[in-house]
């Protein structure tokens, strides 16, 4: 299973970014897709997460309202929609692929890592 992260990028406060990631290596029923991010420093921690079938998606309480997870089955992409970019979203973005039904923001279920995407938001 291969994940590939992009559309990261420099933007100002109240901008907006999407962010793409790209499945490949195995067909994708069956697993949960979530978005984590990282600051140097600090653990890395969930951001978003939907399930195969696309009607479950959970956010953290930090991006609720603002960013928006989708997934496009035919293309196996997981989107992650940004708006209202505040400072403190700046983060090495990762997307992960977990081998199960339920959604879940443990990391720990999460077996497949893409490469990371930074998004740096300027004030």
């Known amino acids: 299973v291969q994940l590939q992260a992009s559309g990261g990028g420099l933007v100002q406060a109240g901008d907006s970014l999407r962010l793409s990631c790209a499945a490949s290596g195995r067909t994708f029923s069956n697993y949960v897709m979530g978005w984590f991010r990282q600051v140097p420093g600090k653990e890395r921690e969930f951001v978003a997460v939907?399930?195969?079938?696309?009607?479950?998606?959970y956010y953290s309480d930090s991006v609720k309202g603002r960013f928006a997870i989708s997934s496009d089955n035919a293309k196996n992409t997981v989107d992650l929609q940004m708006n209202s970019l505040k400072p403190e979203d700046t983060a090495v973005y990762y997307c992960?692929?977990?081998?199960?039904?339920?959604?879940?923001?443990?990391?720990?279920?999460?077996?497949?890592w893409g490469q990371g995407t930074q998004v740096t938001v300027s004030s």
């Open positions: 939907i399930n195969w079938r696309g009607d479950i998606t």
């Open positions: 992960a692929a977990a081998r199960r039904v339920g959604i879940t923001t443990d990391r720990s279920q999460y077996a497949y």
